[in-house]
């Protein structure tokens, strides 16, 4: 007689949302704690000991390395040159309330301008000096960007600007897992996500440390009784156990989350076995995060190091580091001059970093709301003799993105690296472009740049749901296929 089969039970009213929910809370831990000679007798039944198919390992397209700088940082004027409506070099009579004293602005002076990274910064700029401190020229030359000038809510969590599930959709996906962040949200960082993007079979893996990247291959206790050979067994025989179940449940409308949720949650897990392992996703252990990164001996450099390497070795998709102590509005210079710095030591060497891998990839810096100055200058050696920050001021908001392409770099679309522009008084035109007044409409601008990176953005629509550029998609696209 044949034996019946053994069955999976997916609990009543369960929590479970993502793979490595089903592998460390309970699902897969609860087949583990059978008795060896029963599990091992299981695994040798000829009902369940046949090869089963196995996905492939997901080949996702160029990564993203999301920067949130929480509480209201300084982007336009004093780091990324902003100008009027004919761009970057359209400059402003006076950047007074962005930060820069008469004398270093670069309308009087050209010398102030720097374009080593193909998109235009002060030359003074912190977030300059940072990405400087941490490239090559080689590297340098193979970078360009833009910036998009749009005002957004002060010092808030409520501001729509983080696309990464619709990035996730457009194709940036990862082999372990395809989203994560430092902070345990639906974003991943601090400022949330356009609600109609939001998907909670993705919700980001929280990672903050090389140790967390190993929770993406851990098994819990199927390590520590079976060996290797045993353990693919067993995962290969609950893949098709959950969804022989699963099709029994048909009848019950069982939803396609669900089985979307176990079927490939397994597969997944199936493929963490055969190709990866704790050593391969462990930043500390990686020779390239060595040369770039130094000793990881501070939290910035082990969240930057560990997102980066995941990134681009194609173990997730999109990652968003969030970084506090941007509401630096405390009447000094020094005290924004020194974190911005950080900044650009980070995304040089996240481009650092894909420079030895040989790798593309993709940064967006956003951040809830800015800061305006007022002249009273810091003469202080951090505060560089520039206008102290003194209040927040969502209408000098901005956000920027910039492409590493290992090749060469990335081409223009239009030669233009200005999205929006600025008012002569200092603060965003908020009726220049659809994007420069709504974080949902830059989050889906910020989608369709990232499609053109793959010559796929009249796919717009499909990722994010509509085309609220309509017939101007162009207008707000800076870069041709990569």
Request: hydrophobic share 35%; with cysteine; net charge neutral.
């Amino acid at each position: 007689m044949k034996k019946e089969e053994s069955k999976i039970v997916i609990p009543e009213g369960h929590t479970l949302k993502t793979r490595r929910d089903f592998l460390s809370h309970g699902f897969i831990t609860a087949l583990s704690g059978f008795a060896a000679p029963g599990v091992l007798s299981f695994l040798s039944n000829r009902a369940y000991g046949a090869d089963c198919a196995i996905n492939e390992i997901v080949q996702g397209k160029t990564p993203v390395f999301i920067l949130d700088l929480a509480g209201g940082a300084n982007i336009p004027g004093s780091n990324v040159m902003v100008g009027g409506p004919g761009g970057q070099t359209d400059y402003l009579q006076t950047y007074k309330s962005l930060g820069l004293p008469d004398d270093m602005n670069p309308k009087n002076n050209n010398s102030f301008i720097n374009e080593e990274f193909g998109l235009k910064f002060h030359s003074d700029s912190a977030f300059l000096r940072g990405m400087l401190s941490t490239t090559n020229i080689t590297i340098r030359s193979k970078v360009d960007g833009g910036i998009f000038c749009s005002s957004s809510s002060d010092d808030t969590q409520n501001n729509p600007l983080n696309p990464t599930y619709w990035l996730y959709k457009a194709g940036a996906q990862g082999s372990l897992a395809n989203l994560a962040g430092t902070r345990d949200s639906d974003s991943g960082g601090r400022s949330i996500v356009p609600m109609s993007s939001l998907n909670p079979q993705e919700r980001p893996v929280s990672i903050n440390r090389p140790e967390d990247a190993l929770n993406l291959v851990n098994l819990g206790r199927i390590n520590d009784i079976f060996n290797r050979d045993q353990a693919q067994r067993l995962l290969r025989s609950i893949e098709r156990m959950s969804k022989r179940k699963l099709e029994k449940f048909n009848s019950l409308s069982l939803s396609d989350q669900i089985k979307n949720l176990v079927e490939c949650g397994y597969i997944k897990s199936q493929d963490v076995l055969n190709q990866f392992s704790p050593d391969a996703v462990n930043a500390a252990l990686d020779t390239d995060v060595q040369q770039v990164f130094g000793t990881l001996n501070t939290g910035v450099k082990r969240q930057t190091a560990t997102m980066a390497k995941l990134l681009l070795d194609g173990y997730v998709g999109v990652a968003t580091v969030s970084k506090g102590g941007y509401d630096y509005h405390n009447k000094t210079r020094s005290t924004g001059e020194n974190r911005d710095f950080e900044v650009g030591e980070i995304i040089g060497q996240i481009f650092s970093l894909a420079a030895r891998k040989r790798k593309n990839i993709m940064v967006y810096v956003l951040t809830d709301g800015g800061v305006a100055a007022r002249e009273d200058i810091d003469n202080s050696n951090d505060g560089r003799g520039k206008y102290t920050w003194t209040g927040d001021s969502g209408q000098r908001s901005s956000a920027f993105m910039m492409i590493y392409r290992d090749s060469a770099r990335p081409e223009l679309r239009t030669g233009r690296r200005q999205i929006g522009h600025f008012k002569e008084s200092g603060g965003v035109e908020n009726s220049a472009m659809v994007t420069s007044n709504s974080s949902v409409n830059l989050a889906k601008a910020i989608v369709a740049n990232y499609l053109s990176l793959h010559g796929e953005e009249a796919d717009l629509s499909k990722i994010v749901g509509d085309n609220p550029f309509g017939a101007d998609l162009d207008k707000y696209i800076l870069m041709n296929r990569l």
